[in-house]
């Protein structure tokens, strides 16, 4: 009864990550990937995004904190976490990128309001992301496309 519940707990979760635009259909891919031999792998996959992103972001905030940003190694890191995030369906990160890259290329002085919006669109997205895999793996709840 209460693997039931808990199923039907990260069905929800997971539902609500599609329709705010959290996750996209590349995240169903990568579901699909996992199988009964290796039934850890997204939470596998999401941990090491969590954790490169994590690091990304760092180097990131020690670039535009400098007087004056370079610009072409912040695009550098940026293209990077855009192409992290799009193969793991990470659709709002992606989409933040996308947004930082333009601003980079414009060379826009108002970089920091898009920093502080993606950086927000980030920690929210992984921690969501992350606490749901985490969860499931925990529960050893089988990952089965029926149930999702």
Request: hydrophobic content about 40%.
């Given at each position: 009864?209460?693997?039931?519940?808990?199923?039907?707990?990260?069905?929800?979760?997971?539902?609500?990550?599609?329709?705010?635009?959290?996750?996209?259909?590349?995240?169903?891919?990568?579901?699909?990937?996992?199988?009964?031999?290796?039934?850890?792998?997204?939470?596998?996959?999401?941990?090491?995004?969590?954790?490169d992103t994590e690091k990304?972001?760092?180097?990131?905030?020690?670039?535009?904190?400098?007087?004056?940003?370079?610009?072409?190694?912040?695009?550098?890191?940026?293209?990077?976490?855009?192409?992290?995030?799009?193969?793991?369906?990470?659709?709002?990160?992606?989409?933040?990128?996308?947004?930082?890259?333009?601003?980079?290329?414009?060379?826009?002085?108002d970089g920091p309001l898009?920093?502080?919006?993606?950086?927000?669109?980030?920690?929210?997205?992984?921690?969501?992301?992350?606490?749901?895999?985490?969860?499931?793996?925990?529960?050893?709840?089988?990952?089965?496309?029926?149930?999702?």
């Amino acid at each position: 009864m209460a693997l039931k519940a808990l199923k039907s707990q990260l069905k929800a979760v997971l539902e609500s990550l599609y329709t705010e635009g959290v996750l996209d259909h590349q995240f169903d891919q990568l579901q699909a990937l996992q199988d009964a031999n290796n039934p850890g792998f997204v939470v596998e996959v999401v941990t090491l995004f969590y954790e490169d992103t994590e690091k990304t972001l760092r180097e990131l905030t020690k670039y535009l904190e400098q007087p004056i940003a370079d610009n072409q190694r912040v695009d550098s890191y940026v293209h990077q976490l855009k192409g992290s995030s799009s193969s793991i369906g990470a659709q709002q990160i992606k989409l933040a990128c996308i947004d930082f890259h333009q601003a980079c290329l414009d060379n826009n002085k108002d970089g920091p309001l898009i920093k502080l919006s993606m950086n927000s669109i980030i920690y929210k997205a992984n921690s969501r992301l992350l606490f749901s895999w985490r969860k499931e793996s925990l529960l050893m709840i089988p990952n089965n496309s029926d149930d999702y």
